[in-house]
């Protein structure tokens, strides 16, 4: 039977039956013999039952007092060959050890007797292959302890073939051994109970589960197997992470709530035939960008053949060649349509969805993708908004780490489709709606191609996997500047937005800045859409030059596409600025300056007004006169403009600005309705210092500017 043995060489410990090495190994099979006196075959032999190895006379000769069965000699028992010619074989069960690198020990010794042909032979078998010799004892008064290690595979046997046909010669084995790093599951429980596992201490390093186990905190491993019985259930927030092999046999699942998601990450190789479940929760009905990290048909994601509405069906691909949506399924029913590794889908959730709102959608394969191909295009010719612009998605079951892909003539921005705002949201290096470049499991992404052979490279688990954030599916570092942004919103429905996100960096263009900004893609009425434009550059993020010690203002022109005869509001988020800055909110089709420092505007949107703004910047500007009668909001420090306004409930009518002769040499009216400002472009001035005069019906206020 099997039994503990006490090295000389390797301290161990018993406790509860098992024996602990302190080289950091676990036994998982040890004979000594012990207690199995006569245990055997031949002369005085006892036979084999009770025990766990056997013995093959493999065609030897045993002589009349030949044999091959266990000695006692003093405190320790050995098994002994003696007069035996040709070989008898030893053997001991197989042992299970798949995942996990083995070690072999036979303890060998040979009487005085023992002829040059007297001894043994030691072999292990790997699963079912064929035998391999780690080591021999032959001749008189030898002895030796035989090892070999970093045996790999799902089942170990040691075989041992010994002889002694000498005259009163013996052959012994004293110690047979098999221990592995890797700790094995012994019933079902939690990952961190002791009594999961055998020899009660929880994996560090590799693991074998046999049983159903459940994990709920982050577990980092070198190596994970997962035998035919066993399960994984990884609970919303944690994640697993193997350095090295994962070999699924049973079942691995990632949940997930409306809480979150649970993830896997495998930095080396996957092999096995078992089952990978990936989930993501979906709360609103409505589309949703998808993928599907592993091997598998789409008949995966649901019902895929319905129709949301007449000629809308609830799965489809995006063709960046023919910018359109591609019914990528039609009327079948997804079982005969592969996924590709990186494919983003559009699909609907709700009624005649894949699946209904607030649920979990659960995808499941055979085999999860730890790299993939991407093909990123951009049509030449078409210049329309849609150019260059290509769905594709995260590909596996953890985070991806957007930023440290290798981007070649594609911006190096992303934009995600939120359901719940019905917005695209945006993430660049200089800022946007999103703070971390991981993109979470199971979402897709939008990319833009800006040129020729444009490509992403090779995306592979190990270098761009993320398993440290858990960004929400929607869908870190951000440079370090002045940031803000604009949101613009419909009157009543607030809810119904969109943002314009601008970054303060030195060197950078108003345009397309490729290591910066973020090209928009527009959003689909009722919800607003607002970027800033260049050129033909139209950016959801956008990085500009202005340091926070110049004197210059910048103008940015904007673009706001809406519902026609609709009211909305563009108001200034400036929490993220260091510095301080004027915003000036140019209307020009109503020929209105606003300071959106103070407060929102209100404008009805005009389908022909889509350019009507223009966006005004500057470091926030000192007054020559007393803070107590704040008439003058700016002054013109470059030859450049003021904004006049009238503060409180000052209607301010008429203005004018005279000259230190007292010539008036500018007139214009500030209208009540305007509310707020009037620019003055001071170009025309020579330098100097002029008088401003703001005249109502309540009064009039005075105050000086500087033109250099």
Not at 522 to 540: H, R
Not at 553 to 565: A, P
């Amino acid at each position: 039977m099997k039994q503990f043995f006490n090295s000389l060489k390797i301290l161990t410990l018993l406790f509860l039956g098992i024996i602990f090495r302190l080289d950091g190994q676990i036994s998982v099979y040890s004979e000594d013999f012990l207690n199995q006196n006569d245990a055997g075959i031949g002369s005085g032999s006892s036979g084999l039952g009770g025990v766990t190895w056997s013995i093959d006379q493999n065609g030897a000769n045993l002589g009349a007092s030949g044999y091959v069965k266990v000695v006692s000699s003093g405190n320790s028992e050995s098994l002994e060959w003696s007069d035996v010619t040709g070989d008898v074989i030893w053997s001991s069960p197989k042992v299970y050890i798949s995942g996990s690198s083995a070690s072999l020990r036979v303890d060998a010794s040979n009487n005085a007797k023992a002829s040059g042909t007297d001894g043994i032979t030691a072999y292990y078998r790997v699963n079912s292959g064929a035998l391999t010799s780690f080591g021999t004892n032959y001749g008189k008064n030898s002895s030796a302890s035989l090892t070999v290690s970093g045996i790999g595979g799902d089942t170990l046997s040691i075989l041992v073939y010994g002889q002694a046909d000498a005259n009163n010669s013996s052959v012994q084995i004293s110690e047979v051994s098999i221990s592995v790093t890797t700790r094995f599951s012994v019933q079902d429980g939690p990952w961190t109970n002791t009594s999961t596992w055998f020899g009660g201490i929880v994996p560090s390093s590799k693991a074998i589960v046999n049983n159903a186990i459940s994990v709920s905190s982050n577990t980092t491993l070198d190596s994970l197997t997962v035998g035919q019985d066993g399960t994984i259930d990884v609970a919303v927030g944690s994640y697993v992470l193997l350095n090295d092999h994962c070999s699924n046999n049973g079942s691995i699942t990632m949940n997930s709530d409306a809480t979150g998601y649970a993830q896997l990450k495998v930095d080396g190789t996957v092999t096995g035939s078992g089952t990978y479940t990936l989930e993501q929760y979906v709360n609103n009905a409505g589309w949703y960008n998808l993928s599907m990290p592993m091997d598998g048909t789409l008949d995966a994601f649901g019902t895929v053949n319905t129709q949301v509405a007449s000629g809308t069906r609830n799965i489809y691909t995006w063709d960046e060649s023919t910018e359109s949506w591609v019914d990528v399924v039609g009327a079948s029913d997804g079982s005969t349509t592969l996924n590709s590794a990186g494919q983003g889908y559009c699909v609907y959730v709700g009624t005649n969805g894949v699946t209904g709102s607030q649920s979990v959608i659960s995808l499941s394969g055979t085999s999860i993708y730890t790299s993939a191909a991407v093909s990123i295009t951009r049509q030449p010719g078409s210049g329309g908004p849609n150019q260059g612009w290509n769905l594709i998605a995260n590909p596996f079951t953890c985070g991806l780490d957007f930023s440290s892909l290798s981007k070649a003539n594609v911006n190096n921005a992303f934009s995600v489709y939120d359901k719940t705002s019905g917005t695209y949201l945006t993430y660049a290096q200089s800022g946007g709606d999103l703070t971390s470049p991981v993109v979470a499991p199971m979402q897709a992404f939008w990319v833009r191609a800006i040129g020729a052979a444009p490509n992403i490279g090779s995306m592979s688990m190990s270098a761009n996997g993320d398993v440290t954030e858990t960004p929400a599916l929607l869908k870190n570092q951000n440079v370090i500047a002045d940031k803000f942004s604009l949101r613009a919103y419909k009157e009543d429905v607030p809810q119904i937005k969109d943002h314009a996100h601008f970054a303060m960096i030195a060197n950078t263009s108003d345009g397309n800045d490729a290591q910066w900004d973020a090209f928009k893609r527009l959003n689909q009425l009722p919800a607003p859409s607002l970027m800033s434009v260049s050129g033909s550059d139209e950016l959801a993020v956008n990085a500009f030059d202005l340091s926070p010690l110049s004197t210059a203002s910048k103008q940015l022109q904007l673009r706001f596409v809406g519902s026609s005869n609709k009211t909305y509001f563009i108001e200034l988020n400036d929490a993220l600025l260091t510095n301080e800055y004027e915003f000036i909110l140019e209307d020009r089709l109503e020929k209105k300056m606003h300071r959106l420092n103070g407060r929102a505007y209100k404008f009805v949107h005009q389908s022909s007004g889509e350019y009507r703004f223009m966006l005004h910047i500057r470091q926030a500007i000192q007054r020559i006169e007393s803070q107590q009668n704040p008439i003058i909001v700016g002054s013109g420090t470059n030859g450049g403009l003021i904004y006049l306004k009238s503060e409180g409930s000052i209607p301010a009518t008429d203005c004018e600005i005279y000259d230190l002769n007292g010539r008036r040499i500018f007139f214009t009216v500030l209208n009540e309705s305007e509310e707020l400002y009037k620019e003055i472009d001071l170009s025309q001035f020579s330098s100097g210092i002029y008088s401003v005069v703001l005249s109502s019906p309540e009064g009039q206020f005075r105050s000086k500017i500087f033109v250099p």
